[in-house]
Nanobody, 124 residues
Framework: QVQLVESGGGLVQAGGSLRLSCAAS????????LGWFRQAPGKEREFVAT????????YYSDFVKGRFTISIDNAKNTGYLQMNSLKPEDTAVYYC?????????????????WGQGTQVTVSS
């Protein structure tokens, strides 16, 4: 069993940056791929980024590519989402998720564990 806890959300002006963290407990991240998803009010949850458990393979949605960077520190059992050049449309609750597979995925049902989410609000 893996418990995930996100942190680092908050209020930021457009153009600013935030770094989200996803801390895992219960077992190590070893062998687990990590993903970040987000859900804005009135919208469905959508894929943001994913990383393989080795950290060698990453994949981003088109709307964050070039602005967000996903990373993983297996020694600390923590994943990160560095968000730069934030836009008001990035406002959402951000969730991290882990899947018992080495490769990442953009498909949310393939994830086994989810955090509770952290709110990111970008003002214009």
């Amino acid at each position: 069993q893996v418990q995930l806890v996100e942190s680092g959300g908050g209020l930021v002006q457009a153009g600013g940056s935030l770094r989200l963290s996803c801390a895992a407990s219960g077992r190590t991240f070893s062998g687990y791929a990590l993903g970040w998803f987000r859900q804005a009010p009135g919208k469905e949850r959508e894929f943001v980024a994913t990383i393989s458990w080795t950290g060698r393979s990453t994949y981003y949605s088109d709307f964050v590519k070039g602005r967000f960077t996903i990373s993983i520190d297996n020694a600390k059992n923590t994943g990160y989402l560095q968000m730069n050049s934030l836009k008001p449309e990035d406002t959402a609750v951000y969730y991290c998720a882990a899947r018992r597979f080495q490769g990442g995925s953009y498909y949310s049902p393939e994830y086994d564990y989810w955090g509770q989410g952290t709110q990111v609000t970008v003002s214009s």
